[in-house]
């Protein structure tokens, strides 16, 4: 389908983002270290591979439980890297500010930033501060951008993986994407729905020094772990069979999904991670994943399979049926994140 404007749907990390991508942005300034589309753009200088990444933030609310828009733009930049395999070394931060926005928030969110940079030991080195007047932004947007060194030797991509691999996800799924709805919408659970926005860079470090088979990682952040899926089912020509059971969800996030109609599948996350690992290093990788803290609910949720005709991700569902997981479309949630 032709949209002659944008909507909303087209950043919701589906089909939608999916074709503004593909049609509008690559076609146009398509190059070696873009196209992939990888996390992050692996690039050479000199003897050393660099990755280098960037994110903006337009979530809201700007506070939620669990995290707000600067431990977001922090986390977000620094896990783009980290699932590239790159160990994060500095990062830049541009604010975009609505006349108006009280200082006191401006510098809660600060303080946020910085927290969270020195818990996962990186630094804001530049940076960008700008207002618009009242109504041209919705109080705060943040553009954060990244780099990180990649190790010699490391050799990630989707290229890397193979039938019979395990696909494994480092814990619950659905916890911010969830949050976020149910703060906007104003419905409260029994027990409290939490973000998971956290800085993966340290559990990655340790998968990566204690597991060389991992072949690919991916953040199942807007799209879900179902967007995750679907682009590696459709880089790799191979089907992804997952089963319901195995696919960590907590309670509330159940409920929450429920009760508003969305697939957990679909939900975003912040603080997991997706790693595609040789089956023979499954159990190990899981293991790791779980000592752990960001890790004590990672659990092996499928495999990759040779595909009889086009590539599909399909779900075996708790009673034994199966169902093909679509890429969402993408109008889901907007300002997720
Ligand atoms: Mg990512």
Do not use: W
Not at 41 to 50: C, F, N, Q, T
Not at 194 to 223: E, K, V, W, Y
């Amino acid at each position: 389908m032709k949209h002659d404007k944008i909507l909303m749907a087209h950043g919701g990390g589906g089909q939608l983002t999916d074709s503004l991508i593909h049609d509008h942005i690559l076609s146009r300034l398509g190059n070696e270290a873009l196209s992939p589309l990888g996390d992050s753009a692996l690039l050479s200088v000199g003897r050393e591979k660099i990755c280098f990444s960037t994110d903006s933030f337009v979530v809201k609310p700007l506070f939620f439980n669990g995290g707000d828009i600067g431990k977001l733009a922090v986390c977000g930049t620094v896990n783009d890297l980290a699932v590239a395999g790159a160990m994060p070394m500095a990062l830049s931060l541009a604010l975009i500010m609505e006349e108006g926005l009280e200082i006191a928030v401006l510098d809660r969110v600060l303080e946020s930033i910085a927290a969270t940079a020195k818990a996962c030991g990186v630094s804001v080195v530049t940076g960008d501060t700008k207002t618009v007047e009242k109504g041209a932004a919705d109080k705060l947007f943040i553009n954060t951008a990244g780099i990180g060194l990649y190790p010699s030797g490391l050799n990630l991509g989707m290229d890397q993986i193979k039938a019979g691999d395990r696909i494994l996800i480092s814990g619950t799924i659905g916890d911010h994407g969830m949050t976020i709805m149910s703060e906007r919408e104003e419905i409260r659970f029994q027990s409290p729905l939490a973000s998971d926005c956290a800085p993966l860079n340290g559990l990655i470090q340790g998968l990566l020094d204690q597991c060389p088979g991992i072949r690919f990682m991916r953040d199942p952040t807007r799209g879900g772990v179902a967007a995750t899926l679907n682009e590696i089912s459709r880089a790799t020509g191979l089907n992804v069979a997952i089963q319901e059971d195995a696919v960590p969800v907590t309670l509330t996030v159940r409920a929450a999904a429920d009760m508003l109609g969305f697939d957990v599948l679909n939900i975003a996350n912040e603080g997991k991670v997706v790693i595609v690992v040789d089956q023979a290093e499954a159990g190990a990788c899981l293991k790791a994943c779980q000592d752990h803290a960001l890790g004590r609910q990672a659990s092996i949720i499928g495999q990759v399979v040779k595909a009889d005709s086009a590539p599909v991700v399909e779900l075996v569902t708790k009673i034994g049926g199966k169902r093909i997981v679509q890429m969402p479309y993408g109008r889901e949630l907007p300002r997720i994140c």
